[in-house]
C-alpha cells in the first residue's frame, strides 16, 4: 500500500497538518450529511489521523413556528443517546446566557453540537458551527468541543458545547442531522478534516 503524498520515505513532510476529507453540499433538503472512513490507508481512512474537525454551514427544515433545531451527530451510527452521550451546554444571547449539563435526549440520538435555524428562523439564515472530535483512534471515550453561532436579526445567538461518547471504539464515521426536523436544507454544507500528528520541527 503506497504512502499517501504528504508522506515520504516514511516520513511526515512539512505541510498543513489538516488534510481535507471532502466537502458535501446539499443540492435539496436531505436528512443528513455522513463521512465514513475509507479504511484503505488512504487520505481518506480515518485511522491515520489524530482529531476530525468538521466545519459547518447548516439549517434546518424544522417547523411549524420554530425558529431552531438541535444539530446532532451519531459517531459510528449509535443512537443510544440516552445512555451513551454525555453533554455540557454554555450559550448567550447577548442578553440571556443558559448554561446545562445533560445526557443526549432519546428523540436526538445523538451527541448534540449547535442549535441551527429553523423553517421560521430569518430567511436564508445559515449557521456556522466547527466541531472538533479529539483523539478518535485513542482508546479512550470519545470527546468533541463544538462552537456554533447564527445571526438571527438582532436575536443572534453563540454556543458552546463539550461532549463525550461513553464507547472506546475508534470513530469510522460521522453522521451530521437535524434533531427534530426531517432535513437539512438546501444549501447547507459541511467539510471535514483529519487533524495529523506534527512530527516535523
Request: charged share 15%; net charge negative; with cysteine.
Amino acid at each position: 500500500m503506497a504512502d499517501p503524498a504528504y508522506i515520504v520515505d516514511g516520513v511526515l513532510t512539512d505541510g498543513e497538518a489538516w488534510v481535507g476529507l471532502g466537502t458535501t453540499t446539499l443540492g435539496s433538503d436531505t436528512a443528513s450529511i455522513t463521512f465514513t472512513s475509507t479504511d484503505d490507508g488512504q487520505v481518506g481512512d480515518f485511522s491515520q489521523y489524530m482529531d476530525l474537525v468538521a466545519v459547518c454551514y447548516v439549517r434546518s427544515d424544522r417547523s411549524p413556528s420554530e425558529v431552531d433545531d438541535a444539530f446532532g451527530v451519531r459517531f459510528n451510527g449509535d443512537t443510544e443517546a440516552t445512555a451513551k452521550y454525555k453533554i455540557q451546554r454554555i450559550a448567550g444571547t447577548g442578553s440571556i446566557i443558559n448554561a446545562a449539563v445533560f445526557d443526549g435526549y432519546a428523540n436526538i440520538g445523538s451527541g448534540w453540537l449547535a442549535y441551527i435555524s429553523a423553517a421560521d428562523a430569518t430567511a436564508n439564515v445559515f449557521d456556522a458551527v466547527v466541531a472538533h472530535f479529539f483523539d478518535i483512534n485513542s482508546g479512550k471515550y470519545q470527546s468533541y468541543l463544538s462552537q456554533g453561532a447564527s445571526d438571527r436579526d438582532g436575536a443572534g445567538l453563540a454556543q458552546m458545547y463539550a461532549g463525550t461518547w461513553l464507547e472506546q471504539a475508534a470513530i469510522t464515521s460521522l453522521q451530521f442531522y437535524p434533531s427534530y426536523g426531517s432535513n437539512l436544507k438546501d444549501g447547507s454544507s459541511i467539510s471535514l478534516f483529519g487533524v495529523l500528528p506534527r512530527m516535523v520541527a
